[in-house]
Every structure is written in structure tokens, then in C-alpha cells.
């Protein structure tokens, strides 16, 4: 008994040790991050964390539901796709084919109204609010030097950073975007408490706009830039410009680094499949949503076009714009906004579709840049749409 007693102590006495540390050394997000995750039986965040965060609202004060394709749900998931479906942990699908809603599925408690997290996905919208902000005139264009809004990016090599290179994900700057390591800028910036100071501990250390680099600390930059710029918030901006334009159904969130805080720009908005899909029918059209342009036809356009910056392999990025992804199946070309675990918005333009997937996994493997469910979705998608 008496060993078994040292022993509860000398275990109580480490993790007290452990917690010390990690306030010493500025990694109290460990903390809040465990909490999170392996204490609730997770090994990472997942779609359904919206109620363990601070969060800003974004009300949908003009709703406009969706209209029925007369094929509504005819259809099915083809047999040779539900074990991969199912085993990849989906919780909604949706298909949207000429404007109307062809086929949705939802699985296990999820329906029409849950909410999920888009995780990167909400980098993409924070690319539409920067067009809109050079629309209004904010900013002055794509090319505007980073500095003029964060004077931390003058001199050097960091004089030459600007708006477009942290859209294309060519900034030179070494975030990095580890998902495995919990003291990387990927932990900190989504379980830590002052996600700015986390972002500026960083610095240009590569020519702006000679290499492609995925990292989400440029979105950071971005959304930091769109505050200081409009004067408004990432969320009630997009507010102001796009939910309340497109007939979101559902409040949307978006997750918070503290109450009152910064918006995460670069993951964690969260809305249903069927608001999701309005952003992929935005796009399909242009930026325009019932004969209103909300978003400039020629930033949709600038942001779907490869930005051929090679990468580290030496190979030109012609898979990524603008913060959109971009690729061809079977001949056909579509683009897509992507998220940790498989969530997609994708549209495949010459079959008037938009294909939502929402879900707690995806495929790890990539092939032509892409996790290869994607391809399977499009393919299911094609599917239905053709029966």
C-alpha cells in the first residue's frame, strides 16, 4: 500500500512538473488542447468542437431555402461507394445540379441544420473577403505591399511581400504546418489564447513569390489585415457582404482565439452542408447570386487561376489560385475549397455541380495534389447526376 502511495505521488508530482513547464516555456495551449481532444476521446479537432471554443455569430437574416430538383433524391449512392463512404466517418453529402438540390444524405444524429466545422475550407472565405475589400476599395489591389498594413513586414526581402503572395501561399514565411506536433504553429494558433502573437513571431526568409508553401499562418495575416483595412471584423464583414446576400438558412460561427478575439481565419467556421453549398453556387457563378454581383467576377476569376509558383520538388503549382484548390477528374476540371478530415466544397463547372462533403475523415495518400476521396465524391456525384 505504501508503494502503490509513493508511487500516485511521484506520478502527481511529474505532471504537476509538466504543467509548470509548459507555462514556463509558453505552451499553455497543450493544456487546452488535450482538454479538447484526447481527455474527450479524440486524437486531433474534429467537426463537432464548435461548443469548446469562444465564437463570434454570423446571423442569417435573409434566409432563401433551396429549391427541390424535380430528381430529388431519386438517386442513390452507388454500391461500390458506401463501405468507403461509411468507413470514412461521413456525416453529410449534398449535391446541388443546376441550382436546386438533386440528392442529400445525412448519417447518424446529423440533418439539414447541423452545424460543422469547415477547417480550412474557411481559408477560401477569407480570400472572398479580401476581394470584396479590394472592391470597396480597402485595399488598393492584390499587389499592395503587406508593410502599409503591418509595418512589421518592411525592409528586406520583407518589403516585397504583398496581399497576393500570402493568397497563393508563397510568402517566405516558414509557419510550418505540422499537424502532428503539439508545440508547432498549428497547435498554438488553434488551442492557444493570443493567435496574433503566435503569427508575428514569424518573418519573411525567402523572396516572396519563389515557392509554394501550404500554411495557414498567411490566412492569419490576411484576416489581420482585413481588420485593420475595413475597420470591422472578419465575421461581421462577412456578414455584411456575404451570408446576409446568398439566403444563408443557419447562424454560421466562427471560432475565436479568446472571448472577443480574432477570428481563426484559417479553419474553424461553422455552418450546415446546405449553407456550405451556397458558397460553391457563388462561385460557379461568378460571384454572382440571383442577377446581384456580391463578389467581383474577375477576383472569382483571378482566384481560380494557377498560380505556377513551383514548390519544393521543383514542380509549378498549378493545382492551387488564390486560396482555392484546383484540379481535373476524368477530363473534367473542377475546384474545390478543402478542409482537415475531408471537408469539401467542390464545383465541377460544365456539369452545373456543386458537391458538399462533411465528415470526420479523409484519405491521407494524395494524388495530383489531391486526397483521392475527392475524386470518389465527384465520382458519386456524376453519378447520381447522370441516372
Same mark, same amino acid.
Given at each position: 500500500?505504501?508503494?502503490?502511495?509513493?508511487?500516485?505521488?511521484?506520478?502527481?508530482?511529474?505532471?504537476?512538473?509538466?504543467?509548470?513547464?509548459?507555462?514556463?516555456?509558453?505552451?499553455?495551449?497543450?493544456?487546452?488542447?488535450?482538454?479538447?481532444?484526447?481527455?474527450?476521446?479524440?486524437?486531433?479537432?474534429?467537426?463537432?468542437?464548435?461548443?469548446?471554443?469562444?465564437?463570434?455569430?454570423?446571423?442569417?437574416?435573409?434566409?432563401?431555402?433551396?429549391?427541390?430538383?424535380?430528381?430529388?433524391?431519386?438517386?442513390?449512392?452507388?454500391?461500390?461507394?458506401?463501405?468507403?463512404?461509411?468507413?470514412?466517418?461521413?456525416?453529410?453529402?449534398?449535391?446541388?445540379?443546376?441550382?436546386? /438540390?438533386?440528392?442529400?444524405?445525412?448519417?447518424?444524429?446529423?440533418?439539414?441544420?447541423?452545424?460543422?466545422?469547415?477547417?480550412?475550407?474557411?481559408?477560401?472565405?477569407?480570400?472572398?473577403?479580401?476581394?470584396?475589400?479590394?472592391?470597396?476599395?480597402?485595399?488598393?489591389?492584390?499587389?499592395?505591399?503587406?508593410?502599409?498594413?503591418?509595418?512589421?513586414?518592411?525592409?528586406?526581402?520583407?518589403?516585397?511581400?504583398?496581399?497576393?503572395?500570402?493568397?497563393?501561399?508563397?510568402?517566405?514565411?516558414?509557419?510550418?504546418?505540422?499537424?502532428?506536433?503539439?508545440?508547432?504553429?498549428?497547435?498554438?494558433?488553434?488551442?492557444?489564447?493570443?493567435?496574433?502573437?503566435?503569427?508575428?513571431?514569424?518573418?519573411?526568409?525567402?523572396?516572396?513569390?519563389?515557392?509554394?508553401?501550404?500554411?495557414?499562418?498567411?490566412?492569419?495575416?490576411?484576416?489581420?489585415?482585413?481588420?485593420?483595412?475595413?475597420?470591422?471584423?472578419?465575421?461581421?464583414?462577412?456578414?455584411?457582404?456575404?451570408?446576409?446576400?446568398?439566403?444563408?438558412?443557419?447562424?454560421?460561427?466562427?471560432?475565436?482565439?479568446?472571448?472577443?478575439?480574432?477570428?481563426?481565419?484559417?479553419?474553424?467556421?461553422?455552418?450546415?452542408?446546405?449553407?456550405?453549398?451556397?458558397?460553391?453556387?457563388?462561385?460557379?457563378?461568378?460571384?454572382?447570386?440571383?442577377?446581384?454581383?456580391?463578389?467581383?467576377?474577375?477576383?472569382?476569376?483571378?482566384?481560380?487561376?494557377?498560380?505556377?509558383?513551383?514548390?519544393?520538388?521543383?514542380?509549378?503549382?498549378?493545382?492551387?489560385?488564390?486560396?482555392?484548390?484546383?484540379?481535373?477528374?476524368?477530363?473534367?476540371?473542377?475546384?474545390?475549397?478543402?478542409?482537415?478530415?475531408?471537408?469539401?466544397?467542390?464545383?465541377?463547372?460544365?456539369?452545373?455541380?456543386?458537391?458538399?462533403? /462533411?465528415?470526420?475523415?479523409?484519405?491521407?495518400?494524395?494524388?495530383?495534389?489531391?486526397?483521392?476521396?475527392?475524386?470518389?465524391?465527384?465520382?458519386?456525384?456524376?453519378?447520381?447526376?447522370?441516372?
Amino acid at each position: 500500500m505504501r508503494i502503490l502511495k509513493r508511487i500516485l505521488i511521484g506520478l502527481a508530482a511529474l505532471l504537476l512538473l509538466a504543467v509548470v513547464a509548459l507555462y514556463f516555456t509558453g505552451n499553455q495551449h497543450v493544456l487546452n488542447g488535450i482538454g479538447k481532444t484526447y481527455l474527450i476521446g479524440k486524437t486531433k479537432p474534429d467537426i463537432d468542437d464548435m461548443d469548446y471554443f469562444d465564437l463570434s455569430t454570423i446571423a442569417a437574416d435573409h434566409p432563401e431555402p433551396w429549391t427541390m430538383h424535380a430528381d430529388y433524391n431519386l438517386g442513390k449512392i452507388p454500391d461500390e461507394y458506401t463501405a468507403r463512404v461509411d468507413s470514412l466517418g461521413t456525416t453529410a453529402f449534398l449535391v446541388i445540379k443546376d441550382d436546386a /438540390i438533386l440528392f442529400e444524405k445525412y448519417w447518424g444524429k446529423t440533418d439539414e441544420q447541423t452545424l460543422a466545422n469547415s477547417f480550412s475550407m474557411a481559408k477560401s472565405f477569407t480570400a472572398m473577403l479580401i476581394g470584396k475589400a479590394i472592391e470597396e476599395g480597402f485595399i488598393q489591389s492584390l499587389d499592395q505591399p503587406v508593410g502599409d498594413f503591418l509595418p512589421e513586414f518592411t525592409g528586406g526581402e520583407a518589403s516585397k511581400l504583398t496581399i497576393r503572395h500570402l493568397l497563393q501561399m508563397t510568402s517566405g514565411i516558414p509557419f510550418g504546418e505540422s499537424y502532428s506536433s503539439p508545440f508547432g504553429y498549428v497547435a498554438k494558433s488553434y488551442y492557444g489564447k493570443d493567435l496574433i502573437k503566435e503569427t508575428m513571431k514569424f518573418g519573411v526568409e525567402k523572396t516572396p513569390g519563389t515557392l509554394w508553401v501550404y500554411e495557414g499562418g498567411n490566412t492569419v495575416l490576411l484576416g489581420m489585415i482585413l481588420k485593420k483595412a475595413t475597420g470591422r471584423t472578419p465575421s461581421d464583414y462577412f456578414f455584411q457582404k456575404f451570408w446576409s446576400c446568398i439566403g444563408a438558412e443557419s447562424t454560421a460561427y466562427w471560432n475565436l482565439d479568446h472571448e472577443g478575439g480574432m477570428e481563426k481565419t484559417f479553419s474553424g467556421f461553422y455552418a450546415t452542408a446546405r449553407d456550405f453549398a451556397r458558397i460553391g453556387k457563388l462561385y460557379h457563378h461568378g460571384g454572382v447570386w440571383e442577377n446581384d454581383t456580391i463578389l467581383s467576377p474577375a477576383f472569382v476569376a483571378e482566384s481560380l487561376t494557377p498560380n505556377n509558383v513551383a514548390d519544393a520538388n521543383g514542380e509549378k503549382c498549378d493545382w492551387y489560385g488564390l486560396h482555392w484548390w484546383l484540379g481535373e477528374h476524368n477530363g473534367k476540371k473542377f475546384y474545390s475549397c478543402r478542409g482537415l478530415r475531408g471537408q469539401y466544397i467542390a464545383v465541377m463547372p460544365e456539369e452545373n455541380l456543386v458537391v458538399v462533403r /462533411i465528415g470526420h475523415n479523409q484519405n491521407k495518400e494524395r494524388v495530383g495534389h489531391m486526397p483521392p476521396d475527392l475524386y470518389m465524391y465527384l465520382d458519386i456525384a456524376l453519378a447520381i447526376s447522370s441516372r
